[in-house]
């Protein structure tokens, strides 16, 4: 049986650190996408208000197989 894969680009953010934005993000991607086969991270950066770090965003890859 042949897999194919796809990968969808999110972004997701978190006030205290970026493994809590990862981890935000991979949850909402779990709701509503199944197969989920990994993530690979391509981008942090942070937020910043008033001197101070306000966000921690990552720019992530979830890959996936199609259901046949």
């Known amino acids: 049986m042949d897999r194919i894969a796809r990968v969808s680009e999110i ?40 001197g101070k770090i306000s966000e921690y965003r990552v720019r992530m890859e979830v890959i996936f197989v199609l259901e046949t």
């Open 11 to 50: 972004i997701a953010g978190s006030p205290h650190s970026f493994d809590d934005a990862i981890r935000a993000g991979f949850d909402r991607a779990n709701r509503t996408l199944r197969g989920i086969t990994g993530l690979r991270i391509l981008e942090q950066r942070v937020a910043v208000s008033e």
